[in-house]
């Protein structure tokens, strides 16, 4: 039987959803946002290339590597509380982020809001999962999936007519009203639900994972200004490797562990995993080179930039949303093995985009990868937080932000490297071809195709003219590269979920994690 205080919650719960969607859009917002941002940034701060894959990256890698830990502290000391915590301190952040004056001040300022994002967003799909019963989790989980899709369109256009109307640095003050907005609804709508039988704090645990994904995000990133064969980016790689294999060995034997590896036996647990790294690859490498693409090759203004954002939001959200209801028809696998295959084709098609590609056609594509991306994304976090009792929500929700987080950081940092790799070495070997170009321009206009056009605007005419042209079709180079890779790695998501993911949920996965958890438990 129900009591008074669970039948309240029932009664609240959409009230609840749309709480937890504006602590959500507090998370969302920002990190589109800066990156509608990274052209301006790199003009007023003198910020090179590597400067803006920090002020990216370090956001996403510190969001990573904490997750699981403020994961643990919400099904510990209660979701609500650590949601709140989280929105102060990512509101605080802001506010000093704001008031930056060198790339290396608002890298640190990003690192201590990457703290604050990494305490909202597991606590939020922790609330919804323990607020819905199981009938309707799904449908709540594939709007709360739709909503980080609204963000990809709210972000740039906010970004863009703040940044085009007044300065960038407006795009961290507005988090702090939405902020408080999520802060007011949440102390009369969010449940504290918690674990009532917590584990200990898996402190080394903690320690392994954040320095061995700091280790790896920065050697991917040094690796473009140093060079692969650099010795300080060799052990930084191989430094990274070791680390997290000692996390892994941890992770295993220790009885109190931050993450069960137990649970990737279950195959809807660890098919949802794959899914959501894979998903966030080729998103986060396509929302950082995407926004280069915009503003550089097809000279839009930020906000010009935003708008365009609108059909990828706008299908991410449809097809999030609507996921539940075709699953419960065809199953999850199938579901999955559409959205990857459809990522996969349109990915076909940007490769073959040019400097001249017409918007209807740029806008007609991004609106069905939206749809594709959430047919991904929603399932798999479902999967993944079925897999789990619902004390363990916390962590389970820790789980599907941190792979994606992860991912999105390797990805940036990958694909930042192989466009800025390929531009260079397509940019030296056609610059020949211009007469009269100062020597003097050559190397800084090589580094990427933000500084080479801030260089040509300063040139004659005739000179600006061609410079302009060999860089765009240099970046174009490592985009059509991009695309082709990520091409790849959908093609290898949609085999796998075909082939491993359990067709329908609930009954199979509640025997997989019964089935995992033994196996678990004899292990250790």
Request: with cysteine; glycine share 10%; proline share 5%.
């Amino acid at each position: 039987m129900n009591t008074p205080l669970q039948s309240q919650i029932y009664k609240r719960r959409w009230w609840t959803l749309v709480t937890i969607a504006i602590s959500v859009l507090v998370v969302g917002l920002d990190a589109l946002i800066v990156n509608i941002a990274l052209p301006t940034l790199q003009r007023d701060l003198n910020a090179t290339i590597s400067d803006l894959q920090w002020i990216v990256s370090v956001y996403t890698m510190v969001f990573a590597g904490l997750m699981l830990t403020t994961g643990a502290l919400g099904d510990r000391f209660g979701r609500a509380r650590i949601l709140q915590a989280g929105i102060v301190l990512f509101a605080g952040a802001s506010l000093g982020a704001s008031f930056s004056h060198s790339p290396v001040t608002l890298i640190i300022w990003r690192i201590v809001m990457g703290i604050g994002g990494a305490m909202i967003l597991p606590a939020t799909l922790a609330i919804v999962t323990n607020t819905f019963p199981k009938e309707e989790r799904g449908k709540a989980i594939g709007i709360w999936a739709g909503i980080n899709g609204v963000s990809i369109a709210l972000g740039p256009i906010i970004g863009g007519l703040v940044i085009q109307n007044l300065s960038w640095h407006w795009i961290f003050y507005i988090n702090i009203p939405v902020a408080v907005v999520a802060l007011t609804l949440g102390w009369f709508f969010i449940p504290n639900s918690r674990d009532h039988n917590p584990k200990p704090l898996d402190i080394p645990g903690t320690l392994l994972s954040t320095v061995g994904l700091a280790s790896l995000v920065f050697g991917l990133i040094k690796s473009n200004d140093w060079g692969w064969s650099d010795p300080a980016v060799i052990g930084t790689l191989c430094g990274s490797v070791v680390l997290i294999g000692l996390f892994i060995l941890w992770e295993r034997h220790t009885p109190y562990p931050m993450l069960d590896m137990s649970l990737f036996r279950n195959r809807r647990f660890s098919a949802g995993v794959f899914s959501i790294v894979l998903m966030g690859l080729a998103l986060f490498s396509l929302s950082f080179c995407n926004t280069l693409f915009m503003q550089f090759v097809k000279n839009y203004s930020p906000f010009q930039t935003g708008i365009r954002y609108i059909p990828i939001a706008l299908g991410v959200l449809v097809g999030a949303g609507g996921a539940d209801r075709i699953v419960r028809r065809i199953g999850t696998a199938r579901v999955m093995f559409i959205g990857f295959l459809g990522a996969a084709a349109l990915s076909v098609v940007f490769s073959f985009w040019t400097v001249d590609v017409p918007y209807w056609q740029i806008g007609l594509v991004y609106g069905f990868l939206g749809f594709f991306l959430g047919c991904i994304t929603a399932p798999a976090a479902t999967a993944i937080m079925e897999a789990l009792p619902e004390a363990r929500a916390g962590v389970g929700s820790a789980v599907n932000s941190v792979f994606r987080m992860v991912s999105g950081s390797i990805a940036v940092a990958v694909f930042g490297t192989i466009i800025s790799n390929i531009y260079t070495s397509s940019f030296n070997k056609a610059i020949s071809t211009i007469p009269n170009l100062p020597a003097e321009v050559v190397k800084p206009a090589s580094d990427s195709v933000g500084a080479a056009l801030t260089i040509a605007g300063k040139l004659p005419a005739q000179i600006s003219q061609a410079l302009s042209m060999i860089a765009k079709n240099s970046f174009m180079d490592g985009w059509q590269v991009m695309a082709l890779v990520t091409c790849g790695m959908c093609i290898l998501g949609g085999i796998f979920v075909l082939s491993y993911m359990p067709a329908r949920r609930i009954e199979t996965s509640q025997e997989e994690v019964a089935d995992a958890s033994k196996k678990g438990g004899k292990a250790r």
